[in-house]
């Protein structure tokens, strides 16, 4: 028995905010943005928070599956930025939509975090503990980031996608193959930096949680990682990357697709973009992406789709999903 895709949704901060309007608060230019990026636009949070999105994204989310939040048994939300340390924003959501019979807990995992999600939604419905998992990737990265860092700041954005899993109805849909791997060794070239010990026994001058990363070593891991794992997991389901319609890729750069595309000897057609209008979302990138797609109506029965993150932690995961 496989897992299927059975409902999407997403939910965006309605601020949306230009490079233009970048370039008048700091020493950058859309230029420079969108030539090494491709991100001309990004939202950022005023009021929404990431429970409140990761909340609006599943109620669409149930919607398009035709679910109801009594009938959810499991939600697992993937996120660096939730809201509080506890509750977990699984849990806030649990609250905000009256899933009142699940069971919640978040993940972090950065922005692979919707594939490691995924994979732990897949064994608990495999192995019949639950039946209908709602899985969010969200998050309100602007509260941490260093605005007097152009070099990151410019990159992400705020926003949460979902997507409603369940058992599928026959073997030809569904979670085809799936593949996470993790290397710590690496972890501080993309860190959200200061949690340090501080108790009567060791004082420690705490300063603001902020993302740090070096921007090139995560490039030089991005385009060998993901292209492997791509082919990993297409080798596992039996398939070429000619079976596969689109390639629904985390979006932190179009440099990144970019090259992936070419390793892969796939056109870039097949590779559809959000971080044009979204930034770099870490975890809600690939659900809301994924979302953008469905309900384009891009997606029919049987279409063979790859979705894949990577980033903090390191971490990274692929995904072959048959619609
Ligand atoms: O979810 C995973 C997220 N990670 C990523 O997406 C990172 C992947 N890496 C990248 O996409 C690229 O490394 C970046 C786009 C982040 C940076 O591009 P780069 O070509 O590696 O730039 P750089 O950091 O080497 O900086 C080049 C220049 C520097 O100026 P100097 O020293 O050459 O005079 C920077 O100070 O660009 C300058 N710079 C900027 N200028 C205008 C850095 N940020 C900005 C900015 N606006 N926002």
Same mark, same amino acid.
């Given at each position: 028995?496989?897992?299927?895709?059975?409902?999407?949704?997403?939910?965006?901060?309605?601020?949306?905010?230009?490079?233009?309007?970048?370039?008048?608060?700091?020493?950058?230019?859309?230029?420079?943005?969108?030539?090494?990026?491709?991100?001309?636009?990004?939202?950022?949070?005023?009021?929404?928070?990431?429970?409140?999105?990761?909340?609006?994204? $599943?109620?669409?989310?149930?919607?398009?599956?035709?679910? #109801?939040?009594?009938?959810?048994?499991?939600?697992?939300?993937?996120?660096? #930025?939730?809201?509080?340390?506890?509750?977990?924003?699984?849990?806030?959501?649990? $609250?905000?939509?009256?899933?009142?019979?699940? +069971?919640?807990?978040?993940?972090?995992?950065?922005?692979?975090?919707?594939?490691?999600?995924?994979?732990?939604?897949?064994?608990?419905?495999?192995? *019949?503990?639950?039946?209908?998992?709602?899985?969010?990737?969200?998050?309100?990265?602007?509260?941490?980031?260093?605005?007097?860092?152009?070099?990151?700041?410019?990159?992400?954005?705020?926003?949460? *996608?979902?997507?409603?899993?369940?058992?599928?109805?026959?073997?030809?849909?569904?979670? $085809?193959?799936?593949?996470?791997?993790?290397?710590?060794?690496?972890?501080? +070239?993309?860190?959200?930096?200061?949690?340090?010990?501080?108790?009567?026994?060791?004082?420690?001058?705490?300063?603001?949680?902020?993302?740090?990363?070096?921007?090139?070593?995560?490039?030089?891991?991005?385009?060998?990682?993901?292209?492997?794992?791509?082919?990993?997991?297409?080798?596992?389901?039996?398939?070429?990357?000619?079976?596969?319609?689109?390639?629904?890729?985390?979006?932190?750069?179009?440099?990144?697709?970019?090259?992936?595309?070419?390793?892969?000897?796939?056109?870039?057609?097949?590779?559809?973009?959000?971080?044009?209008?979204?930034?770099?979302? #870490?975890?809600?990138?690939?659900?809301?992406?994924?979302?953008?797609?469905?309900?384009? *109506?891009?997606?029919?029965?049987?279409?063979?789709?790859?979705?894949?993150?990577?980033?903090? *932690?390191?971490?990274?995961? $692929?995904?072959?999903?048959?619609?």
């Amino acid at each position: 028995m496989k897992t299927r895709i059975a409902g999407t949704g997403h939910f965006l901060p309605k601020n949306v905010v230009t490079n233009d309007d970048l370039s008048k608060i700091m020493d950058t230019s859309d230029e420079w943005i969108s030539s090494r990026t491709g991100i001309r636009e990004r939202r950022l949070a005023t009021e929404e928070t990431t429970a409140s999105m990761s909340a609006e994204a $599943a109620k669409l989310a149930l919607a398009d599956a035709g679910v #109801s939040a009594q009938d959810i048994d499991l939600i697992i939300v993937a996120t660096v #930025s939730a809201d509080h340390m506890t509750p977990s924003t699984a849990c806030e959501v649990q $609250a905000a939509i009256g899933a009142d019979h699940a +069971v919640a807990f978040d993940v972090n995992a950065a922005c692979s975090g919707f594939l490691f999600a995924l994979q732990i939604a897949d064994m608990y419905i495999k192995q *019949g503990v639950y039946k209908n998992a709602l899985i969010i990737g969200a998050e309100t990265l602007s509260k941490i980031m260093d605005w007097n860092d152009r070099s990151t700041c410019v990159l992400f954005g705020d926003g949460a *996608g979902a997507a409603v899993v369940c058992p599928a109805q026959d073997d030809n849909q569904g979670l $085809a193959s799936i593949t996470l791997g993790s290397d710590g060794a690496k972890g501080m +070239v993309l860190a959200g930096i200061n949690r340090s010990n501080n108790n009567p026994y060791v004082k420690t001058d705490i300063g603001p949680h902020y993302i740090h990363m070096d921007g090139q070593e995560v490039y030089k891991f991005a385009v060998t990682t993901v292209p492997a794992s791509i082919e990993k997991v297409l080798d596992e389901a039996g398939l070429t990357s000619e079976d596969i319609k689109y390639f629904v890729l985390h979006q932190a750069n179009i440099r990144i697709l970019q090259s992936v595309s070419k390793r892969l000897k796939v056109s870039m057609d097949k590779f559809p973009i959000s971080l044009d209008h979204c930034g770099n979302m #870490s975890a809600a990138s690939v659900p809301v992406l994924l979302d953008e797609v469905n309900r384009k *109506g891009m997606l029919e029965k049987g279409d063979k789709i790859v979705l894949a993150g990577f980033g903090g *932690g390191l971490t990274w995961g $692929a995904c072959v999903v048959e619609w």
